[in-house]
């Protein structure tokens, strides 16, 4: 099992930034992704970023040049730099990770993310 761990969520000012940051820990070898979804009410989940082992991140057409996804191997933390915030942003985030040879999709209690002047 992995258990995923969110901090970072907030209320900011269009234009603002925030940083979430996911932390791992259980069984955590052969993590091959990681990543945050993020949902509205009344809407499906909708993938924001990636970042593999390897260290290929993807990217959400409506995020693209203002978040950034990285990952911190020594902490086994993820972390996310939101920048140029838009109402549009706001929503829960969810952090979730993937191993190799597993089927099942992990997921962190999510964090709230709010938008507004």
């Known amino acids: 099992q992995v258990q995923l761990v969110e901090s970072g969520g907030g209320l900011v000012q269009p234009g603002g930034s925030l940083r979430l940051s996911c932390a791992a820990s259980?069984?955590?070898?052969?993590?091959?992704?990681m990543g945050w979804y993020r949902q509205v009410p009344g809407k499906q989940r909708e993938l924001v970023a990636t970042?593999?082992?390897?260290?290929?991140?993807n990217y959400a057409d409506s995020v693209k040049g203002r978040f950034t996804i990285s990952g911190d191997n020594a902490s086994n933390t993820g972390n996310m730099q939101m920048n140029s915030l838009e109402p549009e942003d706001s929503a829960v985030y969810y952090c979730?990770?993937?191993?190799?040879?597993?089927?099942?999709?992990?997921w962190g209690q999510g964090t709230q993310v709010t938008v507004s002047s």
């Open positions: 970042i593999t082992s390897g260290g290929s991140t």
């Open positions: 259980g069984s955590i070898f052969s993590i091959n992704a």
């Open positions: 979730y990770a993937k191993k190799l040879a597993d089927i099942r999709t992990y």
